[in-house]
């Protein structure tokens, strides 16, 4: 199972960006999945999370800002940004709960996709 992630990019303070996030490989289904971020010389934190079938959630950080969707037929998910902050500024990574069918439940990064807000 892979999942990989898109979109990053340098982008202007107040602007938008829409990150996707595609899994591949033998996936019996897809449980929840979210978006994390990690800024330099800090941890990584939640930015969103949204279950198969259920509400999405937020970091009060992004709230109003930032959107969390997924295409279960496309085994995709997606998060778009509007509003851009420099405090945004940070590798994203893609997350998700996959069964497999062989292995049973797991949980999948994918490789992190930078974001640069700046002037």
């Known amino acids: 199972v892979q999942l990989q992630a898109s979109g990053g990019g340098l982008v202007q303070p107040g602007g938008s960006l829409r990150l996707s996030c595609a899994a591949s490989?033998?996936?019996?289904?897809?449980?929840?999945m979210g978006w994390y971020r990690q800024a330099p010389g800090r941890q990584r934190e939640l930015v969103a999370i949204i279950p198969r079938g259920g509400r999405p959630n937020y970091a009060d950080s992004v709230k109003g800002r930032f959107t969390i969707s997924r295409d279960n037929t496309k085994k995709s998910m997606y998060l778009q940004m509007n509003s851009l902050k420099s405090e945004d500024t940070a590798v994203y990574y893609c997350n998700a709960v996959i069964s497999t069918g062989v292995t049973g439940l797991g949980n999948y990064w994918g490789q992190g996709t930078l974001v640069t807000v700046s002037s």
């Open positions: 490989g033998s996936i019996v289904s897809i449980n929840t």
